[in-house]
């Protein structure tokens, strides 16, 4: 009952932006962490930005500064804005919803970015 969907992605040149989005359907319980992960070709699945319900954000090291992840609830749609993008972002991205008290976790189908030297 629950579907997230990625968009946004896409090629671009080092040093540009892209915003991606995550539309949510079916029901989410109040006390959620939502988050992107991304995984590069030969590589695991690696957590790139988390959000909780309270507003409190956390990114790897790697794009702090660079990356900003938010939620617009009105819209049920969470995005990570991309900025000075870097060769080594590229990587399918994969929205995550984690329900903190049921323990559910859902996963988007992923969207690809490129980002070409």
């Known amino acids: 009952q629950v579907q997230l969907v990625e968009s946004g992605g896409g090629l671009v040149q080092a040093g540009g932006s892209l915003r991606l989005s995550c539309a949510i359907s079916?029901?989410?319980?109040?006390?959620?962490?939502m988050g992107w992960y991304r995984q590069a070709p030969g590589t695991s699945r690696e957590l790139v930005a988390t959000?909780?319900?309270?507003?409190?954000?956390n990114y790897v090291d790697s794009v702090k500064g660079r990356f900003t992840i938010s939620i617009n609830n009105a819209k049920n749609t969470m995005y990570l804005q991309m900025n000075s993008l870097k060769p080594e972002d590229t990587a399918v991205y994969y929205c995550?919803?984690?329900?903190?008290?049921?323990?559910?976790?859902?996963w988007g189908q992923g969207t690809q970015v490129t980002v070409s030297s």
């Open positions: 079916g029901r989410i319980f109040s006390i959620n962490r």
């Open positions: 959000i909780t319900n309270g507003g409190i954000t």
């Open positions: 995550n919803v984690v329900n903190l008290v049921g323990g559910l976790t859902y």
